[in-house]
Antibody
Framework: EVQLVQSGAEVKKPGESLKISCKGS????????IGWVRQMPGKGLEWMGI????????RYSPSFQGQVTISADKSISTAYLQWSSLKASDTAMYYC??????????WGQGTLVTVSS | QSALTQPASVSGSPGQSITISCTGT?????????VSWYQQHPGKAPKLMIY???NRPSGVSNRFSGSKSGNTASLTISGLQAEDEADYYC??????????FGGGTKLTVL
């Protein structure tokens, strides 16, 4: 069974750093793109970027380029999304998602990030 | 890379059909047959309903169908049921190799 299991909810202060994770299982982790999707409170879905764990090829959506870093450790089948300096506006639910072809067939359960002083 | 344009809300009565549109440009919806649709219930992760414009994944009701004409894709739900009430998002591959979502449509079953 394919599963994407994300790390737990986080509460951080502005300016702090954060790295959240998404562990894939039940499939060949290096053979599928993994994407990160942001959903701010009460708002829609936004693609942040995608990574191919096989060779770490990474593409960022223009709005998120330079704002976050997407990485992957194929030895432990885990993708990451990280911030060096969080802002209150980073408060959101973050989903990881497996891309099959040009669509998402599996989603993680989501990681809620709350940034507040 | 702007979000695709969807109506903010649509509604219909049980048993009726509704259509949600998703308008982009020739750099995304119009340029590729890679439009997908997702259903999201409150507090849940999205669920794939349609991929590659008009294909339905295994397990998705045949009441859901997709199509595309020019720069506009559409999701049609026939025989509306109460459980269809949710937010729906379209997504398309883009010429910049990163996908883009629509703004989302809230479906209300009256």
């Amino acid at each position: 069974e394919v599963q994407l299991v994300q790390s737990g909810a986080e509460v951080k202060k502005p300016g702090e750093s954060l790295k959240i994770s998404c562990k894939g299982s039940g499939y060949s982790f290096t053979s599928y793109w993994i994407g990160w999707v942001r959903q701010m409170p009460g708002k829609g879905l936004e693609w942040m970027g995608i990574i191919y764990p096989g060779d770490s090829d990474t593409r960022y959506s223009p709005s998120f380029q330079g704002q976050v870093t997407i990485s992957a450790d194929k030895s432990i089948s885990t993708a990451y999304l990280q911030w060096s300096s969080l802002k209150a506006s980073d408060t959101a639910m973050y989903y990881c998602a497996r891309r099959l072809g040009y669509f998402v067939d599996y989603w993680g359960q989501g990681t809620l990030v709350t940034v507040s002083s | 890379q702007s979000a695709l344009t969807q109506p903010a809300s649509v509604s219909g009565s049980p048993g009726q059909s509704i259509t949600i549109s998703c308008t982009g440009t020739s750099s995304d919806v119009g340029g590729y047959n890679y439009v997908s649709w997702y259903q999201q219930h409150p507090g849940k992760a999205p669920k794939l309903m349609i991929y590659d414009v008009s294909n339905r994944p295994s397990g998705v009701s045949n009441r859901f169908s997709g199509s595309k004409s020019g720069n506009t894709a559409s999701l049609t739900i026939s025989g509306l049921q109460a459980e269809d009430e949710a937010d729906y998002y379209c997504s398309s591959y883009t010429s910049s190799s990163t996908p883009v979502f629509g703004g989302g449509t809230k479906l209300t079953v009256l």
